[in-house]
């Protein structure tokens, strides 16, 4: 059900009917919180200390603008991005597209069952696979919610993961707290040799996420199907949108750069903090074993919620594209093999976590260059298209993140990453 505010007067009562139309960018958010932010964090933090806190805010900036475009763009248009993009390639272009698309989602969808299955061991010390399999299961039973009770229900039980996520990763922070003078000099965009560099486009990779951008249009689209029945309405919503994206990605990149804080301030020049389980026995011995469980606990919610909005983002993406359903659970059992198959294979799974965020982040790119055009025109957005503004701090993130990628590629072929 879509309230009609437009013809609301302004209060309290307003105010409190806006807030019940906030939810799906939270439900994106989840996307920035996932086990592979974990990875790229920490190992950036306890690497580098509080070096690339300017990536982090950085890559946030971003996530909030081509989260409300992306947004923006469903709820106008009555079309998710991969709609518009099925719609406007021809037929071995959109298969080519959606491929990578799809590539991009399997990283994702990898790094959330490794770094659950990694929140298990820690736990309860059960076989990395076998953790794999219960957070498998656990997202399953998230996304059947969805098809049963509908969007607003999934929303209020990802929000409800969010705040532990928030409380795991952050709690820490009570009793080790960032120099302030140290953080501040982190807002100097630099960096210190070729792995710093990795590190960088594996902490964008994870921030903003392709997977997301699909999805974010989708889910505005569902949430609000009449909300082009008047031009009041649409512009009410299109405000409640853009208050739900601002608040829900604060929220996402404080805890973003609580984690990398907490490196800096607790694991700078630890041995073995370049892995998460490292990590983690490192904030028990520094933080004590309470503040070791409620990672634990933030570690295990983040890789359930960000599973299951995965196994969602790609069936937009696969439906938008190539015009194929397939059941929500199916997509996550098959999703769920490689994932399964990598932790049995004994590779380490923060590495794995960390190289999943670069792949991220080369797919990048083909999300933002489409959303960019199409936010942008006249005759499909007519008077809610992007203004120059926006449009132009659009293009510089293109810009800014293809030429990190590019550096990334030639510092990898020539031997130095």
């Known amino acids: 059900m879509v309230l009609d505010i437009a013809t609301t007067k302004p209060g309290r009562k307003s105010r409190g009917r806006l807030f019940l139309l906030l939810g799906p960018a939270f439900v994106a958010a989840i996307a920035y919180v996932d086990p592979g932010n974990v990875a790229a ?3 950036s933090g306890a690497k580098y200390g509080y070096l690339l806190v300017w990536v982090l805010v950085a890559a946030n900036v971003m996530a909030m603008l081509v989260q409300y475009q992306s947004a923006k763009l469903g709820v106008v248009t009555g079309k998710s991005l991969p709609q518009h993009l099925g719609e406007r390639y021809k037929t071995k272009t959109r ?5 990578q698309a799809e590539l991009v989602a399997m990283a994702t969808d990898l790094a959330e069952v490794v770094g659950g299955a990694i929140a298990l061991n820690l736990l309860f010390h059960l076989p990395l696979p076998v953790g794999g399999l219960i957070v498998g299961v656990a997202s ?5 919610v969805q098809n049963r009770h509908g969007q607003r229900t999934f929303e209020t039980a990802i929000i409800f993961l969010l705040v532990i996520i928030t409380v795991g990763f952050l709690a820490g922070l009570v009793l080790s707290p960032p120099d302030p003078a140290a953080v501040a000099g982190g807002l100097i965009p630099r960096f210190e040799g070729a792995e710093s560099v990795m590190l960088a486009a594996g902490m964008l990779g994870a921030t903003v996420m392709p997977h997301a951008i699909y999805l974010h249009s989708q889910l505005s689209k569902d949430r609000h199907p009449d909300a082009r029945s008047t031009p009041a ?18 929220l996402a990149g404080v805890v973003n750069i609580g984690m990398l804080l907490l490196a800096a301030s607790t694991l700078s020049g630890v041995a073995g903090t370049d892995s998460i389980e490292g990590a983690h026995a490192a904030i028990v011995n520094s933080l004590g074993p309470v503040i070791g ?26 439906n938008g594209l190539i015009k194929v359903r397939i059941p929500l659970q199916l997509r996550r059992l098959v999703s769920l093999i490689p994932a399964i198959i990598l932790l049995s294979a004994g ?23 489409p959303l960019l055009r199409l936010t942008a025109s006249k005759k499909l957005m007519g008077e809610h298209r992007d203004g120059l503004p926006l449009r132009m701090a659009a293009l510089v ?12 590629l030639w510092l990898t072929f020539t031997g130095q990453a």
């Open 233 to 250: 309405k649409l512009r009410q919503i299109i405000k409640a949108t853009r208050v739900d994206v601002v608040v829900a990605l604060i």
């Open 347 to 369: 590779i380490d799974p923060t590495w794995a976590l960390i190289v999943s965020q670069i792949v991220l982040s080369f797919g990048i790119p083909f999300a933002l260059i």
């Open 397 to 408: 993130s293109v810009v800014l993140i293809v030429a990190l990628n590019a550096l990334l």
């Open 140 to 144: 399953m039973a998230l996304l059947t």
């Open 293 to 318: 469980v409620i990672f634990a606990v933030g570690l295990l919610a983040s890789g359930l919620a960000s599973t299951s909005v995965g196994a969602y983002a790609g069936a937009t993406i696969m």
């Open 95 to 99: 298969r080519l597209y959606w491929a």
């Open 41 to 43: 964090n920490l190992t």
